[in-house]
């Protein structure tokens, strides 16, 4: 389980987002209008963990970028290269490890990086619109990943136009 406090947020008005208890195998979906705030309420949960201390934890902000002039085989090659093999025929990502990333899709690239996520094992992931340059088949795989990660007892927290898991847990802001 994770704590997380209570955050103040002063975009586009003042508030207070209650505190929560983050539980293992839960997904939890931060919902509110447009412009109301909520990647600013998931960037001072990062901040919280960042001076707290706490690992583990993954964030994917919603400008998705790779290392320039990088191939996949300098991102992958601390991993065991069947798991990477694994994750990406899950994620329908059909380059070979010597592709350079500057040529890759914008969905492609946030494919990339969930699988970089789910690769390092972390109790929580932060998502911030990890879907916005994917297609139908696209999603899908995505959510299929994603709830194989709760399965196995990680926690996700999103922002997201589209339901990303048959069930969820709303944050409202």
Known sequence: MIQ???ISIKYPYPRDISSILLNPKEVYKVMGKSGHGKTTYLHELVKYFIKSNIS??????QSHELPPFSQLKHIFNSYNTEKVKSIFKKLDLNKSFDSECSEFSGGEIQ????????LNNPDLMILDEPVSAVDNNGIK???NVLT???D???????ISHVKLTETFIPINI
């Open 4 to 6: 997380l406090p209570k």
């Open 56 to 61: 583990n934890i993954v964030f994917i902000k």
């Open 111 to 118: 494919r990339v990086l969930l699988a970089e996520a789910v």
């Open 141 to 143: 795989n995505i959510s």
């Open 148 to 150: 194989d990660y709760v």
């Open 152 to 158: 196995q007892g990680g926690i996700v927290i999103y």
